[in-house]
């Protein structure tokens, strides 16, 4: 069955930091790959998307990369801020369905 | 705009009790998810609606489980009897037309704890 992989343990990075999260996958062949940020008590909010045939994405402090034949996605946050503390989510889709992973809590240091 | 609204926040049942969580979606959203999200694990699709008609709802356990979603706008998910492992937080999302890569807006959650 489809697997899909985040670091369970929590990330704690320093202030400035670049932090890097990691999503990978087995059993599954994505067409696109999105990533989320959920806060406690909240919903998950979307920030990036990538499709299968990109390898980077970037908006802003932020920068994903698709790796399909490793399958592996990596979410990366520069100059990272306190306030980017949160849960990283990454969602496998294909078609219209989407698949989340476990996340990743990410902790910034001030 | 308003977000999607979804309530209670919070409930607090005893084991085969019935409980029932409301969401009303982006005005003019056509598609409509329910999400069950157990503490430490990300969302699980439930069941997805597109308007009033369900696209998927393979992982719906419908011996306890129901939703509804009249007139393709809002939308109940009932849970009767509800077990201890039911406890989780209940997430509902919508998105424009429920297309291939199209964004997910997720609202606050629903609490629920099962005792």
């Known amino acids: 069955s489809q697997k899909i992989e985040q670091n369970s343990e929590a990330l704690n990075i320093q202030e400035g930091k670049t932090a890097t999260l990691t999503c990978n996958y087995t059993n599954y062949s994505p067409a696109y790959l999105q990533w989320y940020r959920q806060d406690p008590g909240r919903g998950p909010v979307f920030l990036l998307l990538?499709?299968?045939?990109?390898k980077e994405k970037r908006k802003e402090r932020l920068k994903v990369t698709f790796d399909t034949t490793l399958k592996q996605s990596l979410f990366h946050i520069t100059a990272s801020q306190p306030a980017d503390s949160a849960t990283y989510l990454c969602a496998l889709g294909r078609y219209q369905k989407v698949t989340f992973g476990t996340g990743t809590k990410l902790q910034v240091i001030p | 705009e308003a977000g999607v609204a979804q309530s209670p926040r919070y409930k607090i049942i005893e084991k085969r009790q019935s409980v029932a969580f409301w969401c009303n979606p982006i005005s003019g959203h056509a598609t409509l998810y329910w999400y069950q999200q157990i503490l430490g694990q990300g969302p699980k699709l439930l069941i997805q609606f597109q308007n009033n008609g369900v696209v998927d709802d393979s992982q719906l356990p419908k011996d306890r489980f129901s939703a509804e979603r009249l007139k393709g706008v809002d939308s109940t998910l009932k849970i009767q009897p509800a077990k201890l492992e039911d406890s989780a937080v209940y997430l509902c999302a919508s998105s424009l037309k429920g297309e291939y890569q199209e964004t997910q807006y997720f609202g606050p959650g629903t609490r629920l704890l099962v005792l």
């Open positions: 990538i499709r299968e045939n990109e």
